[in-house]
């Protein structure tokens, strides 16, 4: 099977892309954790990410932002202190914040409808033929970001919120040769 480029041959970043990216997610909570991830891997590898997913799991008590939200100094000692997530100040002050946030969306039209409709409710589907074909960021995500940061979101520039739209099926960026690509447009 010739997956897209940026796979390499771990099994778990393998089963990752031909299970969980790019496939939409719909439910508000399952967005919140991708926008969570994406934010912590801004900088790194995303298989950094994937190999600590269940102790950010564990760590953020399931990203439940409800619980998140009322978090303060000796909840982010403790993240700080703990070698199962990403242990950057600035990203863990910014998903308490996000917590927030999204308690707001999710509350005034619902986390999943704000996001989903920025794509009328359908994934974007750009069939790029090669890896060098997919962008860091578009318009779109430009928009997103701006819009996502107007209402207290942080750590969502535009080439981390093109990232989670990928990763949550926003927009299909499986490249037109992989198996996955014909699925997910299928599945629309």
Not at 33 to 58: D, P, Y
Not at 143 to 164: E, I, N
Request: charged share 25%; with cysteine; net charge neutral.
């Amino acid at each position: 099977m010739e997956r897209c480029g940026w796979v390499t041959d771990d099994p778990l970043y393998i089963a990752y892309h031909d299970t969980e990216w790019g496939v939409p997610l719909r439910e508000g909570r399952a967005l919140f954790e991708a926008l969570v991830l994406e934010t912590f891997q801004a900088g790194l590898n995303w298989l950094t990410i994937l190999k600590k997913r269940q102790g950010f799991r564990t760590a953020f008590q399931g990203f439940d932002p409800y619980v998140l939200a009322r978090w303060d100094e000796p909840q982010i000692a403790r993240l700080l202190a703990d070698p199962g997530i990403v242990r950057h100040r600035g990203k863990i002050v910014a998903t308490l914040a996000n917590a927030r946030a999204w308690i707001a969306v999710e509350e005034a039209q619902g986390f999943a409808a704000y996001l989903w409709d920025f794509v009328d409710g359908a994934p974007l589907q750009p069939h790029r033929r090669s890896l060098a074909e997919v962008p860091a960021q578009t318009e779109l995500s430009v928009r997103l970001s701006k819009d996502l940061k107007k209402r207290g979101f942080r750590f969502v520039g535009p080439t981390t919120a093109y990232a989670f739209m990928q990763a949550a099926g926003l927009v299909n960026d499986h490249v037109v040769d992989c198996p996955c690509h014909a699925g997910l447009a299928a599945a629309r």
